[in-house]
């Protein structure tokens, strides 16, 4: 799944908004904080996981979970790729109104 | 003074955002918007030919244009829904090489009054899932093809340093 599809669910988004709250939660505080019973919340847990939103270490008995923020930076360059793309295209816009007020001011005349 | 295009998109939302300032008032930018002669000059990608199929510019009327380069032709199409001169065009907007069809996009471009003979862009795009837009953004359809990482990294580059500059 990709990070967009894995962001769009609101349990999923609650749970990196704690992560990134408290720098690490496991996944027993996380079942904690959530009415859905545990086996709902870890399959989100492994959506984050897969989407690589979420990274676990395994201590001793325990699952701590963190945010993993390059999935978001990797959608941040998308946008600002598709921006400079729109860019070029609006640059070559600019040309032509330039253009086009030329003719316009000569036509005046 | 530079004309930045900003781009918005939140995360899991259907809807992108692009705004745009020009140095020519609003008359003059909808009609490079609704002139097909104009219009054809602007949108395509530089490296491929832009062909204007259809072009029927008014309520009800519709439009298809297409890319080509090296043999490989792209189309572009959709329903006009509103031409509210000179300030506002509504419309579908479809690209032939999805793998399927259906994924139609709602697109309004609104044309607004600047002082001093400038003008603003604020165009909105929905679409039918998260999926699709931001399929779009990382495919850089928009704009119809990428012309390379490579420029644009340089591209984004002058970008970031005007940007920092200001």
């Keep these: ?109 | 003074m530079a004309n930045k295009t900003v781009v918005t998109a939140e995360p899991s939302k259907q809807e992108l955002f692009i705004t745009r300032e020009f140095d020519a008032p609003r008359e003059l930018l909808f009609k490079a918007h609704t002139d097909p002669d104009l219009y054809i000059k602007w949108v395509g990608p530089k490296d491929m030919t832009m062909t204007i199929e259809k072009w029927e510019c008014y309520e009800g009327g519709s439009y298809k244009f297409t890319h080509e380069r090296g043999g490989h032709k792209y189309a572009f199409f959709g329903v006009n829904h509103e031409i509210a001169a000179p300030e506002r065009i509504i419309g579908t907007f479809e690209f032939d090489g999805l793998p399927e069809r259906g994924h139609v996009i709602l697109g309004t471009t609104k044309f607004e009054d600047l002082p001093g003979g400038r003008s603003r862009i604020v165009h909105q795009s929905v679409f039918q899932s998260v999926a699709d837009r931001d399929g779009m953004i990382q495919s850089g359809m928009e704009s119809g093809v990428n012309d390379g990482y490579e420029k644009l990294d340089e591209l984004l580059a002058e970008k970031l340093a005007a940007g920092k500059g200001a």
């Design chain 1, 1 to 109: 799944m990709d990070t967009f599809t894995a962001l769009a669910e609101p349990t999923r988004r609650s749970i990196l908004e704690m992560l990134a709250a408290s720098g690490n939660l496991s996944a027993t505080d996380i079942y904690k904080r959530f009415k859905t019973t545990p086996p709902a919340i870890s399959q989100h847990l492994k959506v984050l996981r897969e989407a690589k939103l979420v990274r676990v270490e395994r201590r001793a008995q325990k699952r701590i979970y963190y945010v993993n923020p390059e999935p978001m930076q990797e959608l941040e360059k998308w946008i600002k790729q598709f921006a400079a793309n729109m860019e070029e295209r609006y640059q070559a816009l600019d040309a032509v109104l330039e253009a086009e007020k030329a003719r316009l001011s000569k036509s005046k005349d």
